[in-house]
T-cell receptor
């Protein structure tokens, strides 16, 4: 149990276009979902935290108008990279947890989405 | 702010060798500590955790002890297997305000175990 999927696994797009990445919890209800970005040989950097039905909380330095996050249901969160540019090319990973506010609650991670902007 | 530093590797070992991956942290409060593992082509999985000082987390032969005095959480395994080849991430959990908690990760250590 506790499987998280991401779609697509890989996407290539032209500069200036928008790309949507989906994150789904397949067998549990995710009250909180997290979006991370991973650069080569770098750690995962938290971009934002979203609780179902409320606006996402973005980390310092992350442009909320550039990276739109929607968490409309307990099993789905989406990240939209708007007007993508080559510097947005990266590996994007989502995670989900069952219970909000529990520091020991495990986050279940998706397999990631490789975005390449030409 | 909080941070996690782990040995970057890559680490290459022969099967049945002893493994240590060092991890130290900086935190303002009393974080929980974690090791995550990412097998090729898969998402991160929780390997083990420790929630307070002197706790020892263990799973699948791996162990790590929460050392507050040295702010460390080193990962060890007495005898590695080829199937342990993966990237290992050390992480800490902190309250980010309200009821939200977030993970701060180290850069990851690639482990390759040869038969």
């Amino acid at each position: 149990g506790a499987v998280v999927s991401q779609h697509p696994s890989r996407v290539i797009c032209k500069s200036g276009t928008s790309v949507k990445i989906e994150c789904r919890s397949l067998d549990f209800q995710a009250t909180t979902m997290f979006w991370y970005r991973q650069f080569p040989k770098k750690s995962l950097m938290l971009m934002a935290t979203s609780n179902e039905g409320s606006k996402a909380t973005y980390e310092q330095g992350v442009e909320k108008d550039k990276f739109l996050i929607n968490h409309a249901s307990l099993t789905l969160s989406t990240l939209t990279v708007t007007s993508a540019h080559p510097e947005d090319s990266s590996f994007y990973i989502c995670s989900a947890s069952r219970v909000a506010g529990n520091p020991y609650n495990e986050q279940f991670f998706g397999p990631g989405t490789r975005l390449t902007v030409l | 702010g909080n941070s996690v530093t782990q040995m970057e590797g890559p680490v290459t070992l022969s099967e049945e060798a002893f493994l240590t991956i060092n991890c130290t942290y900086t935190a303002t409060g009393y974080p929980s500590l974690f090791w995550y593992v990412q097998y090729p082509g898969e998402g991160l999985q929780l390997l083990l955790k420790a929630t307070k000082a002197d706790d020892k987390g263990s799973n699948k032969g791996f162990e790590a002890t929460y050392r507050k005095e040295t702010t460390s959480f080193h990962l060890e395994k007495g005898s590695v297997q080829v199937s342990d080849s993966a990237v290992y991430f050390c992480a800490l959990s902190e309250n980010s305000g309200g009821s939200n908690y977030k993970l701060t990760f180290g850069k990851g250590t690639l482990l390759t175990v040869n038969p």
